[in-house]
């Protein structure tokens, strides 16, 4: 398209004084919307990217303003309007961002005597999810049942992603279920409104009953389920999703090729990921981000630097995403001197503002370092408020090294800040428990009944023959208990006769040491590592995840049984993954 020879054509008509009719109008208009839709293609893929990006404040440039312009200017002279008229300017705000406009224009409908039709209600609802504004959505949704459109398939599809943005992910069901026929755009909406609240569960069983209803997926579908699979950790899964994927042509999508990196680095295989990378004709910055986010998971740093440093050679220029990918892979790494300096270039270098994800980087870095009184240095220094999860990381890193004093003073700090963070309650009883201060930890845990928390509880799971197993410290209820608690045993002797020794530190109740050693014996993570080892063929690669850290004993023991069983244990914990081979682990007992 030619936006010289359109402004040209819309010239001739205001030289010869012909009257912008209704359909001229409308036409004219329509042509400036075309050429800002051709500016702003990647923007409008936004949604497939949330998995990976933070979305910063919308930024247009100066030509789509120019369109939007042009496009109000010609609304401006039309002396009859009809519906789609009012559609394209309102369609045009939003598209900029300038949703109290577009609000504004909606409400002026109604004063020229015309009714909003389905476009207006399915342009305007994005405005309610992006402000989160559930109240004015009801509305739109009430207006949409009052005039029949609630049947609707754009109408039902931007209600139920409003909802799902506005977390209120059961009205996005409710509305689903209530649709009289289904199609591809609903599917992908409400599992990609199911995945971004957090129900992977709910989003993996929508997906498959589209597949039973004979929808065939789009990349949009694939681009919404895949974080399913790496929240879950469901690599098979994953793998069969490659596998249609590929069969079905999507896999030079550069959205689902992302998606894939990112997948198969949460599911532990790094190296299939990097492999994906590589085959990615043009990366582009969220393709870069997640692999390097990858390698800083799996301890990697080297490798996620020197990615970081071919990423600028190649001209993509590093964003507030990709920085914070750098520093938690030297915060993984030890690398103290090289995330201050990236810090410092971020800021210097490439004018980005440091964000509380940036700063936790750096806390938790001086923290895993034992550079407590720098730490928290470093957070009282903060330009931004810190939160309690930035003091939290440092709260963690006193309990590794046993510094109870400045915990005290950090724990106050988050008391104050988040007086309902239950984390820092169990932190701070653990603290005084590993210091055999029983008395200050049983007053945590009383303000913990007093407020009405409850701890959450470790747990572990494994997949086995398509099927997820979890388990629970001194958990029992598994059907192969037996065999579980015999081969834990059979392990332990051995482990022993290598030089193994229980370390009971991390056993936070007042109790004796027998009872000590069989409540380590019975950690989550070890129930799940045993029934893989008795599930699967000799030399099978075992992959477990836990909600939790892992602790100091399961991981010492994690070594020997690599060794004693010669497989690969792969495990994921809440921050990071650990490879356990031949006794060894590749986080090199720094975590």
Known sequence: MDFKLGESVHG???RLGVDVDLYTGNALMNMYCKFQSITEDVVSFGNAHEVFEKIPERKFGNADMVYLG???????????????????????????GMCEEALRTVRDIGKSNLMPDSFTLSSILPVFAEYVDVSRGKEIHGYALRHGFDSDDFIASSLIDMYAKCNRVDDSLRVFRLLPQLDVISWNSIIAGCVQNGLFDEGLKLFRQMLT??????SLTFSSIMPACAHLTTLHLGEQLHGYITRNGFDKNVFIASALVDMYAKCGNIRMARSM????????????????????????????????????????????????????????????????????????????????????????LLGRAGKLEEAYEFISKMH????????????????????????????????????????????????YSSAGKWKEAAKMRMAMKGRGMTKKPACSWIEIDNKIHAFVAGDKSHPYYDRINEALKVMLEQMERKGYVLNTDDVLHDVEEEQKRNLLCSHSERLAIAFGIISTPSGTT????????????????TKYISEIVGREIIMRDVSRFHHFKDGKCSCGDYW
């Open 12 to 14: 001739c008509i205001i």
């Open 70 to 96: 042009s496009v109000k200017k010609v609304f401006d002279m039309m002396p009859h309007k009809d519906i789609v008229s009012w559609n394209t300017v309102i369609a045009g705000y939003v598209h900029n």
């Open 213 to 218: 209803a004979k929808f065939r997926p789009s």
């Open 277 to 364: 990378f590589d085959n990615m004709d043009s990366p582009d910055m969220v393709s870069w981000t997640a692999m390097i986010m990858g390698y800083a998971l799996h301890g990697h740093a080297n490798e996620a630097l020197l990615l970081f440093q071919k990423m600028k050679m190649e001209n993509v220029r590093p964003n507030y995403v990709a920085f914070v990918a750098a520093l938690t892979a030297c915060s993984h790494g030890g690398l103290v001197d090289e995330a201050l300096k990236l810090f410092n270039c971020m800021i210097e270098d490439y004018g980005i503002s440091p964000g509380l994800e940036h700063y936790a980087a750096i806390a938790d």
């Open 384 to 431: 931004i408020r810190p939160t309690g999860c930035v003091w939290s990381t440092l709260l963690s890193a006193c309990r590794v090294h046993k510094n109870i004093e400045l915990a005290e003073k950090v724990g106050e700090k988050l008391f104050q800040i988040d007086p309902e963070n239950i984390g820092a309650y169990i932190l701070m009883s653990n603290i």
């Open 542 to 557: 075992i992959r477990v995840t836990k909600n939790l850290r892992v602790c100091v004993d399961c991981h010492t023991a």
